[in-house]
């Protein structure tokens, strides 16, 4: 059974920061492209970051660009967003994704809520 399962989030003071985790089952996901994406109430879902399969060329939203990083560990099955500098309008839902190529997503986790917040 496919299944991505995010963890990592929490409450934090603006400047903090958090790592996200998105723990891929069922498949392995160095053959996947592994995208991140936010969804804060009221607003659209927004792409955050994502890492490609095959050479892990990354590409962050404007927004958290020089803040956020996206790696993987391939034995882990595992990829992660390093949150630095986080603001409050980080606040959102972030789950991860998972598909054959950038920008084509078949599988996605539930989420994990993120608040930053004094």
């Known amino acids: 059974q496919v299944q991505l399962v995010e963890s990592g989030g929490g409450l934090v003071q603006p400047g903090g920061s958090l790592r996200l985790s998105c723990a891929a089952s069922?498949?392995?996901?160095?053959?996947?492209?592994i995208a991140w994406f936010r969804q804060a109430p009221g607003k659209e879902r927004e792409g955050v970051s994502c890492i490609s399969s095959s050479d892990d060329m990354t590409y962050y939203a404007d927004s958290v660009k020089g803040r956020f990083t996206i790696s993987r560990d391939n034995a882990k099955n595992t990829v992660y967003l390093q949150m630095n500098s986080l603001k409050a309008e980080d606040t959102a839902l972030y789950y991860c994704a998972a598909g054959p190529r950038a920008g084509s997503y078949d599988y996605w986790g539930q989420g994990t809520q993120v608040t930053v917040s004094s």
């Open positions: 069922g498949f392995t996901s160095d053959y996947y492209a």
